[in-house]
């Protein structure tokens, strides 16, 4: 099967080309500049053309950070890996990478077994893992070098959710040295979950049960102030060090003097955190339980420092954290009660979306908004450049844009599992018109085209930013 894309602009993280586009089987065969002529020959044998005029041809979207089916607060995200991966498809990610949950008491490598069962034979798209670290021991710390050979080689930890999913400094140290040794990335959930209990106990003790305080009880200068920690512990240990939904301004200052004393320190912000905000926590009723994910939402004001921090590269890499509860049944838990109220936000579907709204803005390049989306997430979690550009020899996970296109996102619209959306009646300018994955058309005219059991999992090499 020989596809030729023809007459786009295509993106990658260097910039802007006039060039066609072959693909045969799952990958990218050739570019060819506009005016080379070369395209002439390859259309004549294709089996497809597909115009591209006016669009953009960009590397398929990778989202990082998913939790599709994901055991949290007494019930489970509402997307499986196969509604979660449809819906993604739809929004131009052709990849993901979600995170298996050590539970205590549990090993990582039956954790690993546990997820593959979920996802395998399931996904519209390709797909990795990280894996949770709760429960630091000997035998955990041995099976971190396991899962590297498994080629999942991040592993998330928990500075928040005591008596969960936490751990304390000294266990974070362990498994740093083991990370340190075995070149794998520890990814840091990077709140004070000590002190907030603290605070979650004294609001509750003074019947304040409403949604806004989740926001209230998690202050900024706790995410500050854990991010540092974190930052100084994988400073000793020598571990790569990623901090992962950075939301405050407080958080973005400890990263980016990090990486000004050139140490191996990165982070990612996700699209809620450039667009929603605290008062959105505030809404009327209950409302503002939507909102509800952790970190919370920030005032307004620390946008403009994300925003900022994305051009300067001190984040690297925006993803989304999909982590969708319905509101009706799963939100409903916390109504008396706002720390019952499972955390999470859905998102997978518009990350792609959103960031060109940046563009538009003014906020970022083009070329950035193919970097933070695709390219970096593929070099830093060991997918480079099979994912994450456009060039002979890469999987062909193709996104075709339509920068003009106008659309109001929308719960009645979506195509994840979940019954609001965050983002209700905001207009895009910008819409993805096809999608590829792996030279197979998933999205096309509107309609989907993919299939469960396409994605394949992807072992992943260790980090290529490590210095
Ligand atoms: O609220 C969130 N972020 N839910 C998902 C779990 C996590 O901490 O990433
Ligand atoms: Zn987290
Ligand atoms: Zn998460
Ligand atoms: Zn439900």
């Known amino acids: 099967m020989r596809l030729v894309i023809r ?31 070369l395209t002439d020959a390859w259309q004549q044998n294709a089996d497809r053309v597909l115009d591209a005029t006016g669009k953009y041809v960009l590397p398929g979207g990778i989202d990082v950070h998913t939790h599709m089916e994901m055991p949290f607060g007494g019930t489970e995200s509402h997307d499986t890996f196969e509604t979660g991966t449809r819906a993604a498809a739809w929004g131009g990610t ?27 034979g399931n996904c519209a798209i390709d797909y990795g893992f990280h894996m949770i670290v709760s429960d630091v021991n000997d035998t955990t710390l041995k099976e971190m070098d396991a899962c590297v050979e498994a080629g999942v080689n991040s592993f998330k930890m928990f500075m928040a959710y005591p008596g969960v999913l936490y751990s304390t400094d000294g266990e974070i140290v362990q498994a740093m040295y083991r990370a340190a040794g075995n070149g794998a990335m520890i990814m840091m959930h ?74 191996n320190v990165f982070a990612e912000t996700c699209p809620q955190y450039l667009y929603l905000s605290l008062e959105d926590l505030g809404r009327p009723g209950f409302e503002g339980a939507k909102y509800v994910c952790s970190p919370p939402l920030r005032p307004a004001e620390h946008q403009r420092d994300l925003w900022r921090g994305l051009r300067t590269n001190d984040l690297s890499i925006v993803a989304t954290d999909h982590c969708p509860f319905c509101f009706k049944d799963q939100k409903e838990l916390g109504r008396d009660d706002f720390s019952k109220i499972p955390n999470g936000l859905p998102g997978v579907e518009h990350r792609m979306d959103l960031i060109h709204q940046g563009v538009v803005a003014g906020e970022l390049s083009l070329a950035r908004w ?67 994955s792996r030279g197979r058309v998933v999205l096309e005219g509107g309609e989907f085209h993919g299939s469960r059991g396409h994605g394949r999992f992807l072992e992943r090499e260790l980090c290529q930013y490590l210095s």
């Open 7 to 37: 007459n786009g602009t295509v993106l990658t993280s260097t910039g802007a080309l006039s060039a066609d586009v072959v693909v045969e089987g799952e990958q990218v065969t050739a570019l060819a500049a506009r005016d080379s002529g």
């Open 94 to 120: 052709t990849t993901i990478i979600d995170f298996a949950v050590q539970t205590k008491g549990t090993s990582l490598l039956s954790t690993l077994d546990k997820w593959h069962a979920k996802a395998d």
């Open 190 to 263: 990077a709140e004070n979950g000590i002190a907030i209990d603290q605070l979650v106990a004294q609001a509750l003790a003074n019947g304040r049960t409403e949604p806004l305080q989740h926001g209230i009880t998690r202050p900024p200068e706790l995410e500050g102030e854990a991010t540092h920690r974190a930052i100084r512990l994988a400073g000793v240990t020598g571990a790569p060090l990623y901090i992962v939904h950075l939301s405050a301004s407080q958080a973005l200052d400890a990263v980016t003097a990090a990486r000004d004393e050139g140490r």
């Open 370 to 436: 193919v970097e933070v989306t695709s390219t970096t997430p593929a070099r830093m979690f060991g997918l480079y450049p099979r994912k994450g550009t456009i060039a002979p020899g890469s999987d062909a996970d193709i996104v075709v844009y339509d920068p003009q296109a106008r659309q109001t996102l929308s719960a009645a619209t979506h195509h994840m599992n979940v019954d609001y959306s965050v983002y209700e009646g905001m207009e895009i300018t910008g819409r993805v018109e096809t999608v590829l």
